[in-house]
């Protein structure tokens, strides 16, 4: 047992890091949040010749085909750097495509999304809000080769760059993902601005929509897994956006002074920041663990997951709460970059169930199970 | 990163997992497992420290020469967590383990590792700690007890407080003053002293758990060899430093399996007990803090063996170890305000569960003041971890 990551994954973690401060800087981040979809082809071409599109995707799909530590460990430096865009919706899309499709389906879409030719997401929610695939109510029904869609998705990341709409839908033979493409007749993608302006939100309606595919391969099993795949990312993702607050912070607590001497004497301020610390390398645990239970099949890899998503999804806005108040002033505007991280750790917090959803999922297995 | 227990590693879990299964002997009968007064109590835990030494499980990461295992730090880790599933009775000598047996292999001389290490993992001479003093507490080098040195021995006076165990103990590890122009931190040197020495005086002192975990040591005249100082005169500090972080690390591993424990308990108590009208485990607030409380000790025991992974390539503890003693002292008393809240009205009875909830309550509110208050191991993380300005002179 070796809890620490090996060679090859620090100096993936080395080129990851040094790729996003040099590809992604604030002033970038700014720009792109500014624009309508928040992505940024020429960085999403770079990103895929890096082999980061595909990276968990099978080698004979054209991915890579690393684990989901490696997986995490370049998560984390897109956190750091903020990056935004459709990388975990696209992520997310390719693990459901991995394991609910056809073998036709996975040559034709896993291998464009590692070649960074195609982005994707999927829309799962409803308007009731509850991440659990059995909410789903969306009724898809049979029409010739194909099936009709009346209805609507809520809460879909990215629906407007995604060339590809995996939609949870139900037949009267149970779940379904419909493969929908851009620009499919019938189809409506409407923008809800949402305090996170760097992965932006989208209503998608269907009105007598005709779907051609589908994917239906154990499908609640697929489901389960690639939501236990983004919600890794999306921890990841914290961990690193925690780790940039931290050290802004830190930096910030040695040189601005008050009363005469560096805040970060203070202990009030040093309490504030030893805590950011016991949240980011706590959380830094629980990723690297529940990234390596998922990858390797272990009987703990669904605690593994609540575990990492319901501390993470405390602990980045914690840490950016405290984050905030040891810059004073400064922290609240506009012009420090504090409040991007802060707005993106409220998205992700809130992606694929908060701390609220995941420690009810662990009281299903850790207090139920107990009685049974 | 690979957390897969390698082959050796499966074979070791699957030995200890036999041997405790074999040995983990009944649950002390009667009240008090807590109360380490109980002179009942000790022999039996006594017995079970014995049992372990004698299979080959005390002190797995101690070399061999001293009745060590000469295993790794890993397997030490596979042994507690073992040790929480088979819910096996605590190690009596918890402090020689903890804290001064590491403290005697890193700086003793080779004379003192023979002649102390053995019986430290045997239980045969249970250990305390004196250190603090009423008026040294966080700022422990500020400590006024006195050795002066007469011929082959010193001659120590002074008093010690809150030494936990000392009314059982045979050992002492002794901080004292032996160079008084000196500053603070220079003129300490930390001493072995056996407790049955003529002018040692013990007297208990009662926590606010009722019982008396903890002590007055007073020293009269009090003769110790000089062979009997650990690390060098006057640098005591330095040995004091080995064991604080010893402390921090290693503490630790066995609060896992008393928090883990309790919290396995806790789960099983809540379908049975009301609270509102329905069993606790089914009111959504109480599933949300026992969710909570299961999660962050999880992500405790994660945090200590990366901190093993770092320390079996590094050798020695650093003051990363200060985040665990936050973890896991706060993390307790959390756990324990849970617990209180699922039992409801139940938890506050002393005859309920004998007591262990009350007690538990209790008890940990000490645990972020033991082993170095949480505030000061917050300025060690701020200042040598994250290496923010001292806030004060040390
Ligand atoms: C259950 C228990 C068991 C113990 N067992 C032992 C033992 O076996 N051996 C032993 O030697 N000691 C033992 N202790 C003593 C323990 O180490 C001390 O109580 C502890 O170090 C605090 O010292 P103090 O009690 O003098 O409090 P003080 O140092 O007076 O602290 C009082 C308050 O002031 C705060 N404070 C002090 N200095 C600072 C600072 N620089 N910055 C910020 N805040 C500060 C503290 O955090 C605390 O909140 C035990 C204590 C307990 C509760």
């Known amino acids: 047992m070796d809890f620490d990551l090996s060679k090859p994954q620090k100096l993936l973690q080395e080129s990851a890091k040094t790729f996003f401060s040099r ?27 890096q ?12 991915g890579l085909g690393l684990g989901l530590v490696e997986l995490a460990v370049v998560v984390e430096e897109m956190g750091r750097a903020n990056l935004p865009g459709a990388f975990i919706s696209t992520l997310w899309a390719a693990a459901l495509m991995e394991r609910a499709g056809s073998e036709a389906q996975k040559a034709e879409y896993l291998d464009a999304i590692s070649a960074g030719e195609l982005k994707a997401t999927v829309a799962l929610l409803e308007a009731s809000a509850d991440w659990h695939p059995a909410a789903v109510q969306l009724r898809a029904e049979v029409e010739g080769q194909g099936y009709r869609l009346n209805g609507r998705k809520e809460f879909v990341t990215d629906a407007a760059i995604a060339d590809v709409i995996l939609v949870a839908a139900r037949t009267s033979g149970g779940l379904i993902i419909l493969v929908v493409k851009k620009d499919s007749a019938g189809v409506t993608i409407t923008e809800t601005p949402a305090m996170d302006a760097t992965r932006k939100l989208y209503t998608v309606e269907f009105q007598e929509a005709h779907i051609e595919a589908a994917l239906t391969n154990k499908v609640k099993d697929a489901l389960e897994y690639s939501m236990g795949v983004a919600a890794i990312a999306l921890s990841a993702e914290m961990l690193g956006g925690m780790q940039w607050t931290l050290d802004t912070t830190v930096e910030y607590a040695k040189t601005r002074l008050q009363f005469g001497r560096p805040i970060g004497t203070y202990q009030a301020v040093q309490h504030h920041c030893a805590d950011m610390l016991l949240m980011t390398e706590s959380s830094r645990s629980a990723v690297y663990y529940a990234a390596y239970a998922l990858s390797e099949k272990d009987s703990m890899a669904r605690h593994a997951v609540s575990i990492a998503k319901a501390y993470c999804s405390d602990a980045a806005r914690e840490v950016g709460n405290l984050g905030i108040q040891c810059h004073g002033g400064i922290g609240f505007t506009w012009e420090h970059n504090l409040h991007l991280y802060y707005k993106r750790a409220k998205s992700s917090e809130i992606m694929l169930g908060d701390a609220t959803y995941h420690r009810e999922e662990l009281a299903r297995l850790v207090i139920d199970r107990a009685a049974d | 990163m690979d957390l897969n227990l390698s082959p050796e590693e499966e074979k070791f879990r699957d030995e200890c997992r036999a041997w405790l299964a074999a040995n983990v002997p009944e649950p002390f009968a009667g009240k008090g497992l807590n109360e380490e007064e109980n002179a009942e109590v000790v022999d039996y835990l006594k017995a079970w420290q014995k049992k372990v030494f004698d299979g080959g499980w005390a002190g797995i990461s101690w070399p061999k020469a001293y009745g060590g295992r000469g295993a790794k730090l890993i397997e030490q880790a596979i042994f507690q967590e073992e040790w929480a599933k088979a819910d096996a009775p605590m190690l009596i000598n918890v402090l020689g383990l903890s804290l001064i047996g590491p403290t005697i292999i890193a700086v003793g001389t080779e004379a003192q590792k023979q002649r102390f290490l053995p019986k430290i993992l045997s239980g045969e001479e249970i250990w305390c700690q004196g250190f603090s003093e009423p008026n040294a507490g966080s700022d422990v080098a500020g400590l006024g007890t006195k050795a002066i040195r007469d011929g082959d021995d010193f001659i120590i006076n002074g008093q010690k407080i809150w030494t936990s165990l000392a009314h059982v103990s045979d050992w002492c590890l002794l901080l004292v003053r032996t160079d008084f122009e000196a500053p603070k931190h220079k003129g300490i040197t930390a001493l072995l002293v056996d407790m049955h020495s003529a002018g040692v005086a013990v007297r208990p002192l009662r926590q606010m758990t009722g019982d008396s975990g903890f002590n007055e040591v007073f020293f009269s005249n009090v003769r110790v060899p000089v062979a009997n100082v650990l690390g060098e005169i006057n640098k005591g500090w330095h040995t004091a430093i080995a064991t604080l972080m010893n402390e921090r690390a290693n503490l630790g591993a066995g609060v896992y399996v008393g928090i883990k424990r309790a919290l396995d308990a806790l789960i099983e108590r809540s379908h049975h007990i009301n609270r509102g009208g329905r069993p606790s485990a089914q009111d959504p607030v109480i599933r949300q803090k026992i969710a909570q409380a299961y999660l962050e000790l999880e992500i405790f025991k994660l945090n200590s063996n990366r901190a093993l992974s770092k320390m079996s390539k590094s050798a020695v503890p650093g003051p990363e170890g200060s985040i665990l003693k936050i973890f896991w002292s706060e993390l307790n008393q959390r756990v324990q305000q849970t617990a209180m809240e699922a039992l409801g009205t139940y938890g506050q009875l002393q005859d309920f569960d004998e007591g262990k909830w009350v007690y538990g309550y209790l008890r940990s509110r000490g645990n972020t003041i033991e082993a170095g208050t949480s505030e000061i191991q917050r300025n060690i993380v701020a200042e040598r971890v994250l290496g923010l300005p001292k806030s004060y002179q040390s």
């Open chain 1, 23 to 49: 590809e992604c800087s604030p002033e970038r981040v700014r720009e792109l949040m500014a624009t309508e979809t928040a992505h940024d082809e020429a960085l999403w071409r770079a990103m895929a010749d």
């Open chain 1, 51 to 62: 082999g980061w599109t595909g990276l968990i995707v099978p080698e004979a799909y054209g």
